[in-house]
């Protein structure tokens, strides 16, 4: 697990006075603190220095703060990210987290509402790391199903002999599907187990994640065969285990 003082954080934040001192405060808290003052160098210090957690503000100048985190995800960076949005800005608030941020903090917040967020996201994102190691001993490894093969160490499907990488929310619910195979797993089973501590407005996100995760598992994702729709109910993975290694 990463100590505190390894723990790196890129706060991308363009009003100067506020990106000094979250720097100031994060560093008296013993965190390793980068700066970036708009999206396109946040992007490119999000890349290049490999912080553990990002800090990122949504209202930037050149590239948004929506546009930073897909871009982000979209390339398979993964670190967890907590959004700041000012009021008023629910909407992109719900499109962060459904673009797979951990968190989020409106303005104004105070630095222990801050840190004790951080603290929440680097514990739940650290846990769901390490949970293939040991502690969920059910699902690990490589397992073949009908037409997929899952290998649960790097997060990566082969189905008709491709390989496709999943985002660290894709394989968290695919792992919880295929721990509970064959019962209904509910959205709000999802959300607790999936996100954690997180004031999600809706299971929208949920069923926004599930439909991207069937793109990459399904054939005809009009007519899913491993990750199907239980109405009223959640969702159920279906296909029978073949073969564990
Ligand atoms: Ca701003």
């Known amino acids: ?21 979250l720097q100031h405060n994060l560093e008296l808290e013993g965190y390793q603190v980068e700066t970036a003052a708009d999206g396109r160098e946040g992007l490119r210090k999000a ?3 490999r912080p553990t957690l990002i800090l990122l503000d949504l209202m930037l100048p050149g ?16 670190m967890p990210v907590i959004i700041v949005s000012a009021k008023g ?42 949970a293939g190691a040991g502690d ?6 490589v397992m073949q199903f009908p037409d997929l093969v899952v290998d649960w160490r790097r997060f990566t499907i082969v189905r008709d002999g491709n390989e496709i990488q999943l985002s660290r929310y894709e394989a968290e619910i695919l792992r919880m599907l295929v721990e509970h195979r064959g019962e209904v797993v509910s959205r709000q089973d999802l959300l607790r187990k999936v996100w954690g ?48 290694s």
């Open 136 to 141: 969920r001993p059910a699902v690990a490894g």
């Open 89 to 130: 800005q629910d909407r992109d608030k719900v499109q962060g987290l459904e673009l797979g941020a951990d968190d989020y903090l409106t303005k104004p917040f105070g630095l222990g509402e801050l840190t004790a967020r951080i603290r929440a996201v680097l514990r739940r994102t650290q846990a769901g790391a390490r």
């Open 1 to 21: 697990m990463t100590s505190l003082n390894d723990t790196k954080i890129l706060v991308i934040e363009d009003e100067p006075d506020l990106r000094a001192g």
């Open 197 to 244: 501590y997180v004031h999600l407005p809706t299971t929208r996100t949920v069923d926004n994640h599930i439909a991207r995760l069937r793109k990459k598992l399904e054939r005809d994702v009009e007519n899913p065969v491993h990750v199907v729709t239980v109405h009223g109910l959640g969702y159920r993975f279906e296909s029978p285990l073949l073969e564990e």
């Open 63 to 78: 590239l948004s703060g929506l546009d930073v985190l897909r871009q982000l995800r979209e390339t398979g960076r993964e």
């Open 47 to 49: 890349r290049d220095d």
